[in-house]
């Protein structure tokens, strides 16, 4: 226990403010591109937050829980972007 | 050993607000991808190197498999990321987006 948890605590909430931003995003985003950009970057702030979270509690299924996050959003990730190409 | 986590989970936070600062004020898909995917994994990185250090520094079975369980998610993370936005990119361009102030378009069709 080097540091508190209270700073993995402080992290995880500047990655939920981060989230709402691109939350603003995904509403006004003019194209179907920029709600998919906002979508993938909250994807990233998800995983991010995750492994800071499960440091917080000491708990290690917080850390699967964000490898099986990554690899799930990365598969949604590249079926928005055959559905816009127009290949499916 | 306290100051470097600091230091490694605060470079993390900024490069991450940085990132959600070019998602708001690029004004094209391009840029704004350019700026968020880059900026999101670099201080993903760096918060996942934060927790990597904090489990092996802490020591004991239980913060080793902590560790060792965010190394494999920090590849599959660092793995994923650049190759999605390189997807949305393509897809992008494919359904009829332009670069808005763009002078040169050498994707675009010879007549």
New interface residues.
Partial sequence: MIIGSLTFFVVAACFAVFMIVSILRIGLGPTVADRVVGLDTINTLIVASMIVLGAAFDQVVFIDVAIIYALLSFVGTLYVAKYLEGGL | ??VL??VL?GI??LF??L???A??RFPD?YT??HG??KC??F??LF??LG?II??F??GGA??N??AI??I???I??LI??P???H??A???Y??G?RPKQAVVDKLEERP
């Fill in positions: 050993m306290a986590l600091y989970l993390g936070v991450n607000g990132g959600s600062i998602l708001m898909v704004r991808l968020a995917t999101t994994t201080g993903s918060t996942a927790v904090y489990g520094a802490t239980a913060y498999t902590l369980h965010t494999v998610a920090l599959a993370l994923t990321n190759t999605g936005s997807a949305i393509r897809a992008a494919r359904s987006v």
